[in-house]
């Protein structure tokens, strides 16, 4: 089930009313799945462009912050998610609103996020569209922006909004179908892989252990000579 989960995240979509009894289920599209994944990284993972701490968040809890701006030259825009709409931050002539601070970000900043964040924080959601056509645009979207370390301080949240702009409005609103409205054909299988962790485990390992080996008579070899 832990692989299923991780690789088809939404064959479970229907649990809580198939099998729990629920009215209802928390999220019926995927854009809903996304939008509340985004609220909840908004609220562990908060954007570091904005703030004087040099600590880098590395897990949970992330450490503490005060932010210092709205938001950065980079992310500023999709603070009109939030509520603030373009006349909060901006006058009548354009010009920027004292209300409304925006932090320089020129895309070089020092990476408050490590890698292995960002690797964490898209994992669970590189199978969201398994079985859609878009499904392997979508993973190498997400992979490009986990390297990418000039958005990187904007946020886990901020970086999975923009991968939705890539994502076409008819797949993100799709509605999931009812179980018991599933033909046999459309319900979803998950094959676990033929070898499991501990072999695989076991098999790295051996190699790890075969590359020192090697490396040991190496340096002998160099040492008689």
């Given amino acids: 089930l832990g692989r299923a989960a991780r690789d088809i995240p939404c064959m479970f979509w229907d649990v809580d009313r198939y ?7 928390p999220c019926n599209t995927r854009r809903e799945v996304l939008d509340k994944y985004c609220a909840y990284l908004d609220r562990v993972y908060p954007r570091r462009c904005c703030d004087s701490n040099d600590e880098v968040t590395k897990r949970i809890p992330s450490p503490e912050i005060e932010l210092l ?11 009109t998610d939030a509520g603030i709409g373009d006349d909060d931050h901006n006058g009548a002539n354009g ?4 209300s409304y601070s925006i932090a320089p970000n020129d895309g070089k900043q020092k990476p408050k996020f490590t890698v292995h964040v960002m690797g964490r ?8 569209f ?10 190498r979207t997400c992979d490009e922006y986990r390297m ?20 076409p409005d008819n797949l993100l609103d799709r509605q999931f ?7 046999k ?16 485990r076991e098999l790295a390992l051996a190699r790890r252990r075969k590359h020192l080996e090697a490396r040991q008579r190496k340096k002998l070899g160099n040492a008689k000579s």
């Avoid at 010009?95 to 004292?98: H, I, R």
């Avoid at 179908?177 to 033909?183: H, I, K, N």
């Fill in 19 to 25: 099998f729990y009894g629920e009215p209802a289920n």
């Fill in 185 to 200: 054909e459309d319900v979803p299988v998950h094959v676990a892989p033929a070898v499991d962790c501990c072999q695989q």
């Fill in 148 to 167: 990418d370390q000039s958005v990187r301080n904007c946020g886990p949240a901020f970086i999975i909004r923009e991968i939705m702009k890539t994502v």
């Fill in 177 to 183: 179908v009812r179980t018991e409205d599933l033909s």
């Fill in 69 to 79: 701006f709205d938001g950065c030259t980079i992310c500023q825009p999709r603070n």
């Fill in 130 to 139: 398994h079985g859609l056509a878009h499904s392997r645009k979508f993973r």
């Fill in 121 to 128: 924080v898209l994992q669970p959601i590189l199978g969201l």
């Fill in 95 to 98: 010009t920027t609103n004292s």
